[in-house]
């Protein structure tokens, strides 16, 4: 998935006179997307750069040998879930695919990924907010045709 960038596509409009007590609003920019991050190898989910320091903080935290995986499961109200844990390097399975981040602050990890799982989230980006409401990891699913208010849950 490509991420969406903020252009200016407001249309071109001849200058007219306001009147002195209607001052015209300044036009304002919409915000830049956040710099989105693939694997090393160029694949895997985009992991935009406020999510990549949460990840490499908790990584971190969590200690030599856990490696993030992400996945999907059955659940939520619109039938599928995202999930995500640390597991152990043995926890591995021979057909997960295996994608190293290198975050620039922090050290390189790994996130795994089981094969029906990434036929769901393939293209996903993977954001970080810590809004006081609505905070925490966001998912934006390009393979989604249905997503919940809470944006936890999917329907493909």
Same mark, same amino acid.
């Given at each position: 998935? @490509?991420?969406?960038?903020?252009?200016?596509?407001?249309?071109?409009? &001849?200058?007219?006179?306001?009147? *002195?007590?209607?001052? !015209?609003?300044?036009?304002? *920019?919409?915000?830049? !997307?956040? *710099? !989105?991050? @693939?694997?090393?190898?160029?694949?895997?989910? /985009?992991?935009? =750069?406020?999510?990549?320091?949460?990840? +490499?903080? /908790?990584?971190?935290?969590?200690? &030599?040998?856990?490696?993030?995986?992400? +996945?999907?499961?059955?659940?939520?109200?619109?039938?599928?879930?995202? @999930?995500?844990?640390?597991?152990?390097?043995?926890?591995?399975?021979?057909?997960?695919?295996?994608? @190293?981040? =290198?975050?620039? =602050?922090?050290?390189?990890?790994?996130?795994?990924?089981?094969?029906?799982? /990434? /036929?769901?989230?393939?293209?996903?980006?993977?954001?970080?907010?810590?809004?006081?409401?609505? #905070? #925490?990891?966001?998912?934006?699913?390009?393979?989604?045709?249905?997503?919940?208010?809470?944006?936890?849950?999917?329907?493909?």
């Amino acid at each position: 998935m @490509t991420p969406n960038t903020a252009t200016d596509l407001a249309p071109t409009m &001849e200058p007219q006179a306001a009147p *002195a007590a209607q001052a !015209a609003p300044a036009a304002q *920019a919409a915000p830049a !997307a956040p *710099a !989105a991050h @693939t694997a090393k190898d160029g694949k895997g989910i /985009l992991i935009t =750069e406020p999510a990549m320091k949460q990840l +490499g903080s /908790l990584m971190q935290q969590q200690g &030599e040998g856990k490696i993030l995986r992400v +996945g999907v499961r059955s659940g939520g109200c619109s039938g599928m879930s995202y @999930t995500m844990d640390f597991v152990d390097s043995p926890d591995i399975r021979s057909d997960d695919e295996q994608y @190293t981040y =290198e975050p620039t =602050e922090a050290p390189s990890f790994q996130v795994i990924c089981d094969p029906k799982s /990434l /036929l769901y989230i393939y293209g996903m980006q993977l954001d970080f907010s810590s809004a006081l409401i609505g #905070g #925490g990891f966001n998912f934006t699913n390009p393979n989604a045709t249905q997503t919940c208010g809470c944006g936890s849950s999917f329907a493909v």
